[in-house]
């Protein structure tokens, strides 16, 4: 495998507005999920700017910047287009779909999500992490993959992908965490397709492939990534990432 990892971003979140270029101690925090990025040694990074400032930042910090469109659809067509910008020979065979928002994000889990593509068969690969409480089960926020590891396997197959707290019966659920990996052509057809029946319904893109018959795998994780969405996340992420604690 040859991967890329793309880091989509845009000034215009609904939560928390201009979040890429948040400061925290003295860096955007966009520039701070580039280092990590980097640091994960996966291969090279870029991010896909929907806006010139958030270019600006990246260059600033010695990082690889393409400016999208602003009117794509999402973050995934934004890292399509930066890939045919950036590669347009097809060099690359696989390409990570990394959030803009997880500053705290370890490296090493970076690395995991390319470990499903290790089987020719699978298309997309993905992370989870155990729910840990019956709270974190019936929130919605908090995305249930089916899947079932069998003893002593770290990867298993997507059966489907819910904000519904599935499945029944006793035993582990598990938390979806939206960092992907995908084979360049499924990339492609993934962008190339409708907005699915079930992903409008349950509001998650990755049915969609799943709806096409693309097959999705799960890497799974001890614990999850910290997201900034809100106000107070920002506050929880600098002090997280506080040099001086």
């Known amino acids: 495998m040859n991967p890329i990892v793309i880091i989509p971003a845009r000034m215009a979140a609904a939560r928390l507005p201009g ?3 948040a400061d925290i101690h003295g860096k955007p925090m966009i520039v701070h999920v580039l280092d990590r990025a980097r640091e994960a040694d996966i291969g090279p990074v870029a991010v896909a700017c929907g806006d ?5 930042a990246v260059r600033a910090a010695g990082g690889i910047a393409v400016l999208t469109d602003p009117a794509l659809p999402s973050g995934t067509d934004r890292v399509h287009a930066a890939l045919l910008s950036l590669d347009p020979d097809g060099r690359h065979d696989v390409v990570v779909n990394l959030q803009g928002d997880v500053p705290t994000l370890n490296p090493a889990q970076l690395r995991l999500v ?8 699978i298309d997309i690969g993905t992370l989870v992490v155990p729910i840990l409480s019956d709270h974190e089960a019936m929130t919605e926020s908090f995305v249930k993959a089916v899947c079932a590891f069998p003893d002593g ?3 298993a197959p997507a059966l489907y992908f819910s904000r519904a707290p599935i499945p029944w019966g006793e035993g582990p659920r598990w938390h979806h965490i939206g960092i992907y990996a995908f084979r360049r052509a499924s990339l492609a057809r993934f962008v190339s397709l409708p907005p699915s029946l079930l992903e409008q319904r349950e509001k998650l893109e990755q049915l969609r492939a799943m709806e096409a018959g693309m097959r999705i795998a ?4 001890a614990h999850g990534l910290f997201g900034v969405d809100t106000p107070e996340d ?5 002090t997280l990432l506080n040099p001086k604690a």
């Open 153 to 155: 396997a770290d990867v």
């Open 218 to 221: 799960c890497a799974r994780m």
């Open 19 to 21: 979040k890429p270029l």
């Open 52 to 56: 010139a400032e958030i270019a600006d």
């Open 234 to 238: 920002l506050e929880r992420a600098r």
């Open 114 to 121: 390319v470990t499903p593509l290790a089987n020719p068969a």
